[in-house]
T-cell receptor
């Protein structure tokens, strides 16, 4: 069956350091991936997305890398701040309904 | 900034009772979704809804579940006879026509006793 999963359940970093959160997927036909941030008591919030015709996409302090050869994507957060502390999910957007298939989540804990 | 809202924030019910979870999607959105998240687990797709009908549902979304858009603003999820394993956070999401980004509400925590 299809699945999208994460390598590390918890990541602890020092404020100011860069964070890297990883995700693996199993369906080689997957086309569109999204990273979501979920703060305590809130719903998932869109961070950045990437389509399979790209291998890198940058936003403000965030970069997503996609390696289709090994079916792996990562989220890089530069100069991690306390406000970045949250659970991060990768998700696959599946047509035609655009339903989201989420991975298991990584808890990012930023130490001051 | 427009946002998806959900009520109630927390619902406690007895096993076997019916519950209705309510969502108000963003006003110009046309695609609606329900997801659930059991404590400590990943977010799971339940159902998508477009043009007043279900467009896709997961295996979780069995005959005990139903969705409805009773008017131009609300989108509801009904569980007819709740089970203990229905205890979870339920998230509503909506998306504009032609868009890619789903906007999530804050969730309703359902506790079945």
């Amino acid at each position: 069956g299809e699945s999208v999963g994460l390598h590390l359940p918890t990541l602890s970093v020092q404020e100011g350091d860069n964070s890297i959160i990883n995700c693996a997927y199993s369906n080689s036909a997957s086309d569109y991936f999204i990273w979501y941030k979920q703060e305590s008591g809130k719903g998932p919030q869109f961070i950045i997305d990437i389509r399979s015709n790209m291998d890198k996409r940058q936003g403000q302090r965030v970069t997503v890398l996609l390696n289709k050869t090994v079916k792996h994507l990562s989220l890089q957060i530069a100069a991690t701040q306390p406000g970045d502390s949250a659970v991060y999910f990768c998700a696959e957007n599946k047509p035609p309904t655009n339903k989201l298939i989420f991975g298991t989540g990584t808890l990012l804990a930023v130490q001051p | 900034e427009p946002e998806v809202t959900q009520t109630p924030s927390h619902q406690v019910t007895q096993m076997g009772q019916e519950v209705i979870l309510r969502c108000v999607p963003i006003s110009n959105h046309l695609y609606f979704y329900w997801y659930r998240q059991i404590l400590g687990q990943k977010v799971e797709f339940l159902v998508s809804f477009y043009n007043n009908e279900i467009s896709e549902k997961s295996e979780i979304f069995d005959d005990q579940f139903s969705v409805e858009r009773p008017d131009g603003s609300n989108f509801t999820l009904k569980i007819r006879s709740t089970k203990l394993e229905d205890s979870a956070m339920y998230f509503c999401a909506s998306m504009v026509a032609g868009g890619d980004e789903q906007f999530f509400g804050p969730g309703t925590r359902l506790t079945v006793l």
